[in-house]
């Protein structure tokens, strides 16, 4: 007989799963566990100096709190071990090591990493057991079987069966307040003078200071500065600064939730992305506290609901279509988009002053709000016809809540429209009127906003109708640019030549 193999199991948890109700850690309570710092995780694209500080730090915060509780924690810290790279690496180390038998992981949040995995038992000769995540509040097949037959995906439809599924902002099987989205009551500009709260930030601790000095020795050479990292790198900070927000923003955030203001990177923003995306807050418990303000009378409905929305519908969304049409889903190129990502996108230095603030914030504090990153780098992105798989990379490196299940289709498809309309019914283009109307960059810029053309015009204002005139043939039969072509047609021929001219001229110098 066979001698029989002794079940040793080990459950691999990745550096955006720090949740203490993981699947993973809850099928096997008396698992021992391995977490590690890898070369190839993090140099995979140029993070942001901060999203590495903040990953790292948040890791060992969350290996730390593991071993309390009397888990049997392997961690490896970044450069510990030489010949270790990836994941497969360092579990096949600890087969080596202790004999393990039996690998449990939740589910990779990113497809290049599932794909690496599902090879893993040939490869190591283990048991691999891949577990839902079940942090998300749809799962894959909910989201398959509402995408099922259907010709458009739109947000608006699956948030609401999500609200039905969630109970989340519901009076029996209507809507709260009889309307779903009060998105039209999200658009205010801040009037003059007007001073955001201060908002809660933590200064590094030992841990993210030792994390530091390796981000600065190995990464030093990547996007951004370290000096002002003050994100929450545990849970208890993270709820910390939501309930703070909750007490201090979320009554205005309804209304600001568009605006932008120089030298405010933050306004009335929740700043809740990256402690989500890597597990220190649960996005059903921060959907519920935000309900609950708004049945205690603390906040009103168009707060209440915009937050819900972005949680509940965009981001389950944007995460079901991803693993719907991943693996080929970032190589389309809808308007053949293949121009060079200009330098001002790492350095700050141009003379707009609206993308000056949103890439001045985005390398101070790997941080710029949704319309910043919408209306401000991705509309200049998709006006300048700059090649999607380099601003792709860019949104990857930058944004300390960027991973690629949420970053690409947000950038590929809501920013870029370079899937030809499967995230968004049209492009989110605007030129500078729009930026006008939401902020208060144009008073300060170098550009004139009211000028539609020539040297001292704004850049938006004729690459908005560059962008329309080349793309004519794509976008000229789509039912919601119908207004924009009519105002076109009724363009006289000076201006239409004007706006052409002065966008070839600022392309050609585009570098
Ligand atoms: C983003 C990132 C970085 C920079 N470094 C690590 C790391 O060293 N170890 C780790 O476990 N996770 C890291 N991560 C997050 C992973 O890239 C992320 O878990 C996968 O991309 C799956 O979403």
């Given at each position: 007989m066979p001698e029989k193999m002794t079940d040793k199991p080990l459950i691999l948890i990745l550096g955006d799963q720090l949740s203490p109700h993981l699947s993973s850690l809850a099928a096997a309570p008396d698992a021992p566990v391995l977490m590690a710092e890898l070369p190839d995780e993090a140099s995979y694209v140029r993070h942001h100096q901060q999203k590495i500080t903040l990953i790292f730090s948040a890791?060992?915060?969350?290996?730390?709190?593991?071993?309390?509780?009397?888990?049997?924690?392997?961690?490896?810290?970044?450069?510990?071990?030489?010949?270790?790279?990836?994941?497969?690496?360092?579990?096949?180390?600890?087969?080596?090591?202790?004999?393990?038998?039996?690998?449990?992981?939740?589910e990779p949040a990113e497809w290049r990493l599932m794909h690496d995995m599902q090879n893993w038992s040939d490869r190591l000769g283990i048991a691999v057991e891949i577990l839902p995540d079940s942090r998300f509040?749809?799962?894959?097949?909910?989201?398959?079987?509402?995408?099922?037959?259907?010709?458009?995906?739109?947000?608006?439809?699956?948030?609401?069966?999500?609200?039905?599924?969630?109970?989340?902002?519901?009076?029996?099987?209507?809507?709260?307040?009889?309307?779903?989205?009060?998105?039209?009551?999200?658009?205010?500009?801040?009037?003059?003078?007007?001073?955001?709260?201060?908002?809660?930030?933590?200064?590094?601790?030992?841990?993210?200071?030792?994390?530091m000095h390796i981000v600065a020795q190995h990464f030093g050479n990547h996007v951004g500065t370290l000096d002002k990292f003050a994100w929450p790198v545990t849970a208890a900070q993270a709820e910390e600064q939501f309930d703070?927000?909750?007490?201090?923003?979320?009554?205005?955030?309804?209304?600001?939730?568009?605006?932008?203001?120089?030298?405010?990177?933050?306004?009335?923003?929740?700043?809740?992305?990256?402690?989500?995306?890597?597990g220190l807050l649960d996005p059903l418990k921060v959907c519920q506290a935000v309900e609950a303000r708004y049945h205690s009378g603390q906040a009103p409905l168009n707060a209440v609901e915009g937050f819900i929305r972005q949680i509940l519908g965009w981001r389950e969304f944007i995460r079901g279509l991803y693993w719907l049409k991943m693996p080929d889903y970032g190589y389309s190129n809808y308007f053949d988009h293949h121009r060079a990502l200009p330098d001002f996108y790492y350095s700050g230095d141009t003379d707009m002053a609206c993308m000056r603030a949103a890439i001045g914030a985005?390398?101070?504090?790997?941080?710029?709000?949704?319309?910043?990153?919408?209306?401000?780098?991705?509309?200049?992105?998709?006006?300048?016809?700059?090649?999607?798989?380099?601003?792709?990379?860019?949104?990857?490196?930058?944004?300390?809540?960027?991973?690629?299940?949420?970053?690409?289709?947000?950038?590929?498809?809501?920013?870029?429209?370079?899937?030809?309309?499967?995230?968004?019914?049209?492009?989110?283009?605007?030129?500078?009127?729009?930026?006008?109307?939401?902020?208060?960059?144009?008073?300060?810029?170098?550009?004139?906003?009211?000028?539609?053309?020539?040297?001292?015009?704004?850049?938006?204002?004729?690459?908005?109708?560059?962008?329309?005139?080349?793309?004519?043939?794509?976008?000229?039969?789509?039912?919601?640019?119908?207004?924009?072509?009519?105002?076109?047609?009724?363009?006289?021929?000076?201006?239409?030549?004007?706006?052409?001219a002065s966008a070839a001229k600022f392309l050609e110098k585009l570098k």
């Open positions: 890791m060992r915060h969350f290996a730390n709190a593991l071993d309390a509780q009397g888990r049997k924690v392997t961690y490896i810290h970044y450069g510990s071990e030489a010949r270790l790279n990836s994941f497969a690496d360092a579990v096949k180390m600890m087969i080596e090591r202790e004999n393990i038998t039996r690998l449990i992981v939740t509040l749809a799962d894959h097949d909910m989201f398959e079987k509402w995408a099922d037959g259907k010709k458009q995906l739109r947000m608006e439809f699956f948030y609401r069966e999500m609200r039905r599924k969630t109970g989340l902002l519901m009076n029996g099987d209507e809507p709260l307040g009889g309307q779903w989205n009060y998105d039209a009551d999200n658009r205010k500009k801040l009037p003059k003078g007007h001073v955001p709260p201060p908002r809660l930030h933590f200064a590094p601790d030992a841990v993210t200071q030792n994390v703070h927000w909750l007490d201090f923003c979320l009554p205005q955030f309804g209304d600001y939730q568009d605006a932008m203001k120089t030298d405010e990177a933050f306004l009335y923003h929740g700043l809740v992305g990256a402690a989500i995306n890597i985005t390398r101070d504090y790997a941080y710029a709000h949704h319309i910043q990153r919408l209306m401000v780098t991705g509309n200049f992105a998709l006006l300048a016809g700059i090649a999607p798989e380099a601003v792709n990379r860019w949104y990857l490196e930058v944004y300390a809540d960027a991973f690629e299940w949420v970053q690409l289709p947000n950038t590929h498809g809501m920013a870029l429209f370079a899937d030809g309309g499967i995230v968004g019914s049209k492009p989110y283009s605007a030129s500078g009127a729009y930026i006008n109307r939401m902020s208060d960059h144009c008073g300060d810029c170098a550009y004139k906003v009211k000028e539609p053309h020539g040297d001292t015009a704004c850049p938006f204002n004729y690459l908005y109708w560059d962008f329309m005139i080349r793309h004519r043939d794509k976008l000229g039969g789509n039912p919601r640019m119908g207004m924009v072509y009519r105002n076109l047609d009724k363009m006289p021929d000076e201006k239409r030549s004007g706006v052409v």
